[in-house]
């Protein structure tokens, strides 16, 4: 699947020239521009505790990221100040949101997790992630939550707010745990379903770039990436920036504990950035070579 | 697999026999006391988006349930006020509490899901469910969480509060959603890993029950279930109380829709325990017959 990877065309175009693409869902596209535009494609996981962490986490590495991701549900004290002061940063240091839900559920179960509750993610997530495991109906089912939202949220001038307000799925297609159970054929079928839904999924969270056949320009998040390779007790397994984007040709990296547990996160952030985006510009120069 | 769970030992035992196994969880042996002792095998499942229509769903339904299975995360209004009247009812009208929250992320971020954010679900739902795709450490991270939960919550006399104060697992084994990925592979390796963690791992959600080995003495809950087969727009497929506990040996019936979109709720969970528990009977009593 690498070798495969490392040949599609997308390996060795830059983000602005696959951000041209007029199949993309209007998200995909937008996220591309940012990442060209900003030339970061680091992601950070903010895996804190407290609305205060998490926008000051936000304030520390917002200029060096395109997507933060979330995990609302570990915020003690989530609500609508942690959403109005994410939706502020966010506006103003340009990164889109991405709450890491892992949705895994029934297609009605699945469309109240998204839009109700104490979190109601469809509201200040641009982005949200999903497993395949209980059937395609969930892309459908989520999709249509999400329009249902969009027309909701766009029906005053008042309330229109600033574009884009647009919402996308990424498949949860690989994971990097210890012993995970992601079969060869699970992520196949996730390619499967993602090219027939290309107007709400933009991707994948895998451990590799899945695009194969000609028009695919799928986004790949690719987390565990600290600066050393290595692991956790429980299981995390680590892998480089070069590895990810330059081997792997994924498309953004997402960093947790390596820019959290830095003495300086600014510094740090500002280090991932530096590599994933070195790794990836050496990854298109090199491919373009060999044509 | 049917015809193997058909012959297995645990499908000729009543649930109290069954209660009587000394490698039982403490919560397992538990449940099973209770399910005999009232006569029910029904869970719930409560789809609802308020407190009050929560409290309210209990107060029917409590009478004829062994356990409510719970999305607190579609609950608009989720807080203190939900979780003490669920444990005022639940301890009144004994049941337990599972939440169905179908983790599947890595360990470190399991943890803090399971125990923090605005649900902090290891405080009031004695039953979760995880799958075990993300790889066996959930099953650990999950455990060693609950015991540091259950250890702080027995600080002092005047916090001890009623017994039991137990946490269990169940592993998601398999689902009923049209297009479900889940293999025989995978549901083989839940059952490894059960087999494993029997101190925290009570059983499992699946079509049918798992039993296999002479002391394998797990848990079935089955979802999807109502008075007469089907499916719905999204994937979800029925299956009726006779086939779920008299043909596949599983053990708990979980219904949502049939009693939530009863005219008399009260009335439709008498008619499920009843179908339920018959189907149990009628089980255990031909099984014998054959030996």
């Excluded at 949200?128 to 089912?141: E, H, R, T």
């Amino acid at each position: 699947m690498l070798s495969t990877a490392q040949r599609h065309s997308s390996s060795s175009k830059t983000y602005g020239e696959r951000s041209e693409d007029p199949d993309l869902t209007p998200l995909a596209q937008y996220l591309l521009r940012l990442i060209h535009l900003k030339q970061t494609n680091l992601c950070v996981s903010a895996d804190v505790h407290t609305t205060l962490e998490l926008l000051q986490l936000a304030e520390d590495v917002g200029d060096y990221i395109c997507v933060l991701k979330t995990h609302a549900d570990i915020i003690d004290d989530f609500g609508d100040k942690t959403i109005r002061g994410l939706n502020e940063v966010s506006r103003r240091k340009k990164f889109l949101i991405f709450e890491d839900r892992k949705f895994g559920d029934i297609g009605s179960t699945l469309q109240h997790q998204y839009t109700r509750g104490p979190l109601a993610i469809v509201k200040w997530a641009s982005i949200v992630n999903a497993a395949l495991f209980p059937g395609p109906a969930v892309i459908p089912a989520l999709a249509d939550a999400a329009r249902r939202a969009i027309l909701a949220h766009n029906t005053s001038m008042a309330e229109l707010g600033p574009p884009p307000y647009f919402r996308a799925l990424l498949l949860l297609a690989q994971m990097s745990s210890a012993g995970n159970l992601f079969t060869p054929e699970y992520t196949q079928q996730c390619l499967h379903h993602a090219r027939q839904n290309k107007n709400f999924v933009m991707g994948f969270i895998a451990q590799q770039s899945l695009n194969k056949e000609a028009d695919d320009n799928f986004i790949t998040m690719t987390p565990g990436v600290q600066l050393s390779a290595g692991g956790d007790s429980m299981g995390q397994q680590y892998n480089t920036p070069q590895k990810v984007i330059g081997e792997q040709c994924s498309d953004i990296i997402i960093v947790g504990r390596g820019i959290l547990a830095a003495r300086d996160r600014r510094r740090a952030a500002h280090e991932y950035r530096k590599q994933g985006w070195l790794a990836y510009q050496e990854r298109v120069r090199s491919a373009r070579k060999k044509r």
